[in-house]
């Protein structure tokens, strides 16, 4: 995955990160951590009734450049296009979102880097109670902050859940199995103009802070932090720009 408008530099500046970086677990960390708190998951060109460019230059010049967020696709792609200049071994997994009532195609994107002998599932681009820095895949738990998360295998398959309010929550399924970038181009278009997706259906802004996250779903904003949410009632638009800088797609 690459792009020739992409540069370490810029995307560093973009995220805030400071200080050396190198192909080992302490960077992939802090490069995962400071762009969840950065970059947010966000639909805005999805409500606009546009189909989200998967061209790698277009990405770059909407995430980096323009300074905007994106689903997983766009957040993920990125990240990727950083592990590569970095030196990172990874590649592209197809996921299966267990957030609706019934069985979904996979067209959640993650990462699978490869590192000492070992495989960390990452992903900066599911939004709600996902990940907060990358997790080695392995049946068990995992404590990130304040959140906790655990990896099971079920028939042939790992499931990523999250304690949500004191229980288990199933969010996406995936298998050890590399995809290419080409065969989420049909997702892509499925996720921005099927009625039957969330994308189609909500205004959504999600971004990470140190100690919670942010989550704006049309007029509600949910603050959480340490373990304790805030709910408020808000319109759209404003708490958008306030909370995540960002204004409706155009």
């Not at 080992?24 to 546009?50: C, H, K, W, Y």
């Not at 065969?183 to 994308?199: G, H, I, K, Q, R």
Request: proline residues 4%.
């Amino acid at each position: 995955m690459t792009a020739s408008n992409f540069s370490l530099s810029d995307y560093l500046f973009r995220i805030g990160y400071e200080g050396a970086v190198s192909a080992d677990v302490a960077t992939l960390t802090r490069l995962m951590q400071q762009q969840l708190r950065s970059i947010p998951f966000e639909n805005t060109e999805v409500q606009a009734g546009r189909i989200p460019s998967m061209v790698p230059e277009d990405i770059v010049e909407k995430v980096i450049n323009r300074r905007r967020g994106g689903y997983c696709y766009e957040v993920n792609g990125v990240f990727s296009m950083a592990l590569s200049a970095i030196g990172f071994e990874w590649y592209f997994a197809g996921a299966r979102s267990m957030l609706y009532p019934t069985r979904r195609p996979k067209t959640h994107m993650v990462l699978i880097v490869r590192l000492n002998g070992r495989n960390y599932l990452c992903d900066c681009g599911f939004g709600g109670y996902a990940l907060r820095s990358p997790m080695e895949i392995r049946e068990g738990e995992a404590v990130q902050d304040s959140d906790s998360y655990r990896l099971e295998l079920i028939d042939g398959e790992y499931v990523l859940g999250a304690m949500v309010q004191g229980e288990w929550q199933r969010l996406y399924g995936f298998a050890l199995q590399n995809q290419e970038w080409i065969e989420f181009t049909l997702a892509n278009y499925f996720n921005a103009t099927s009625p039957d997706t969330v994308f189609t259906q909500k205004k959504l802004a999600i971004m990470q802070t140190p100690k919670g996250r942010k989550i704006l779903v049309d007029n509600e904003l949910k603050l959480i932090e340490n373990g304790k949410m805030e709910k408020l009632e808000v319109e759209y638009e404003s708490a958008l720009k306030e909370y995540f800088s960002l204004t409706p797609f155009m």
